[in-house]
């Protein structure tokens, strides 16, 4: 890949950072310079926020027939579909996740597209009946300037998701991604170059989040934020925009269980707790880092998933393995870490636990499948995200322990519950404090239509389906009297 600088994209232009520095963007499997991106900072920031609040304020965006609106999100989606190969190749090298997965990313960004498409014109108030003689209704109006703040899991997905809703809803947009994993979000800005979407209506800014992504947060012009990431980034973004009063949709990551009854599907079970686990490495806010198993069956169940972590295979993201390397350096020391910690937490390691040391994967950050027992469920490694191929495993009795157990930590995003009792199923999706439930299934594919978010430090606010388009509009009230 040529390694020529990337630029911003501001007001339809394609322009340098105002400090003209640049840094480069690697490829996780091997070390190598991927390409260079603008150091964007405050006042690049501020020229695309100045470029969203012109778009958003002139005859342009806001007053476009929706219809129109959405003709031109179907047209990104279709673009992303003409590109897709080549785009998920970009994935998978900036991010290291393997090929299919990079694939699939870039078909769920061109969902959300089209989902949003759809909706650009049927986005409607409502008539409420105050007294006679008056006619009161409600708009449901744009916000404004949209913020949205990347991180490097799914650098496309994530970026289509806020901003296929906010661009539906007659926002603009500034999207600053990860400084690890840029190169995607610039070929998004490369596709709606070529469309029909007015100048200033989406800009993109690369740069740290120290820099750029402070400085985005912290913007006085800046009418909502949407932020993906850690919890404590997302506490940062949101005393930035508490001094500004402007509102926030926070999605924080999670430490979510896969339920295992004794009853369950034990074959099916089995493949998706491994899956949930596995997927980008494990780097994937929803990833089933938890396995919660009846006693009963414990042993067994282990043994079946201890099996299928060993048969994972590991390799480049270019070569389609099961797993792909850590995203770098600092998030591998990170997981490390996590495992000195759990050795001194007692932790029983049944698999994995070490980098992957094979030929020809030297250069890159490769960890393999872990399975950890016998943590106590109030342990540091049990309660925190590590963000890595690694489940720990913990066991209850009753159904009611279960419960306590899933519920048992500051996260709330997504549970599994397996078990061939309906009954049961209802009861306990019921009391689990999580975002998104599943019940003999985790993730239902994906689902651009279905309300996501958090309970608790998992954050506020849902993205992806129809639920999202409450963060990009807000309400008037208007009262007529006749
Ligand atoms: P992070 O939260 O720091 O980064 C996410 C995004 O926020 C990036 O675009 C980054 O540039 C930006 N950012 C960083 N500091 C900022 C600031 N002060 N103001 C505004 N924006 C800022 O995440 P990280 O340090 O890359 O990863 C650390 C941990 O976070 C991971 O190990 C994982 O546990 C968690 N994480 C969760 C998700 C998720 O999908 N929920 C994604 C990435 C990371």
């Known amino acids: ?75 990104i989606a279709e673009e992303l579909r003409n590109d897709a190969e080549e785009i998920a190749m970009l994935e998978t090298l900036d991010t290291g996740k393997p090929l299919s997965q990079g694939r699939k990313d ?21 008539t409420i009946p105050v007294q006679p003689g008056i006619l009161d209704y409600t708009l449901r109006e744009p916000i404004g300037v949209t913020a949205h703040i990347v991180p490097w899991n799914y650098p496309l997905q994530i970026l289509a998701r806020s901003t296929a809703a906010a661009l539906a809803t007659g926002n603009t947009v500034v999207a600053k ?24 209506v989406f800009n993109l800014v690369t740069g740290y989040g120290s820099e750029a992504g402070a400085a985005l947060s912290n913007h006085r012009d800046v009418d909502h934020i949407t932020f993906t990431g850690s919890v404590q980034t997302g506490s940062a973004v949101m005393m930035g925009a508490a001094k500004n009063v402007k509102p926030v949709t926070l999605e924080l990551g999670g430490k979510s269980p896969n339920i295992i009854f004794e009853d369950c599907d034990q074959t099916e079970a089995v493949d998706w707790v491994v899956r949930s686990i596995i ?32 048969a994972i295979s590991i390799g480049k993201g270019v070569d389609d393995p099961d797993l792909g390397p850590i995203l770098n350096e600092k998030q591998f020391l990170r997981i490390m870490e996590f495992m000195e910690v759990a050795q001194n937490e007692g ?46 495993a913990f066991s209850f009795e009753t159904e009611e322990q279960a419960i306590e157990l899933a519920n048992g930590t500051d996260y709330g995003l997504v549970t599994g519950i397996w078990t061939k009792d309906a009954a049961r199923a209802h009861r306990v999706a019921n009391r689990i404090r999580a975002g ?47």
């Not at 991604?177 to 190169?183: F, G, H, K, R």
């Not at 009846?294 to 079946?304: A, M, N, T, Y």
Request: aromatic share 10%; hydrophobic share 40%; glycine share 10%.
């Open 1 to 75: 890949m040529e390694t020529e600088n990337r630029l911003n994209y501001i007001n339809g232009e394609w322009v340098e950072s105002v400090g003209r520095e640049v840094f480069e963007t690697k490829n996780p499997a091997n070390g190598e310079t991927l390409a260079k991106v603008q150091r964007g900072k405050a006042e690049d920031i501020d020229a695309a926020v100045k470029a969203a609040r012109n778009a958003f304020e002139s005859e342009g965006w806001q007053t476009f027939p929706p219809i129109d609106r959405g003709r031109i999100l179907y047209k």
């Open 106 to 126: 870039v078909e769920a960004a061109a969902l959300y597209f089209e989902y949003y498409a759809g909706m650009a014109d049927k986005i409607f108030g409502e």
């Open 177 to 200: 991604p990860a400084e690890d994993t840029p190169l995607t979000a610039i070929k998004l800005a490369e596709l709606i170059d070529k469309s029909a979407l007015p100048k200033g």
């Open 279 to 310: 997927q980008n490495a494990g780097q994937t806010c929803s990833a089933g880092s938890r396995l919660l198993v009846q006693h009963s069956i414990k042993e067994e169940f282990l043994r079946k998933v201890v099996e299928k972590m060993k």
């Open 347 to 392: 932790a029983n390691f049944l698999t994995g636990g070490k980098r992957e040391q094979r030929a020809g994967l030297e250069n890159g950050f490769f960890f393999q499948p872990t399975v950890i027992d016998n943590l106590d469920p109030k342990s540091y490694v049990a309660q925190e995200e590590i963000f890595a191929p690694v489940v720990a």
């Open 436 to 482: 998104q439930v599943f019940i003999n299934n985790y993730g239902a594919g994906g689902g651009v239509q279905m309300p996501f978010g958090g309970y608790k430090k998992s954050g506020f606010g849902r993205e992806k389906g129809l639920e999202a388009l409450r963060n990009y509009t807000i309400l008037k009230n208007v009262a007529l009297k006749y």
